[in-house]
């Protein structure tokens, strides 16, 4: 289950091809609980951490996408794309 920067580098080291998080795993690795209630901003935070950890690709999950309709959950994807994929990748 990866939740954070550290155990997403385990599993890359453990030979995964590419990793995916779970969102109950970040909320709680920041101590908040399942549910959207860590925030969309804390979560990308957290997700930026993990895919900047490592060198092989990130699936993210982000709970109900931190918005009330499905243009708000498009906004999440195309405006936080750009910043995750510029973050420094471990290789």
């Known amino acids: 289950m990866v939740r954070d920067a550290a155990s997403a580098r385990l599993i890359e080291d453990a030979g995964a091809a590419a990793i995916a998080t779970t969102s109950a795993g970040v909320a709680w690795s920041v101590g908040a609980g ?10 990308l935070d957290v997700i930026t951490r993990v895919s900047s950890a490592v060198g092989v690709p990130v699936a993210a999950d982000i709970e109900g996408g931190y918005a009330d309709d499905a243009d708000g959950v498009a906004s ?5 794309i750009d910043e995750l994929m510029a973050a420094p990748a471990r290789r």
Not at 76 to 80: D, P, R, T
């Open 76 to 80: 999440l994807g195309f405006a936080e």
């Open 34 to 43: 399942d549910g959207e209630t860590m925030g969309r901003d804390r979560a």
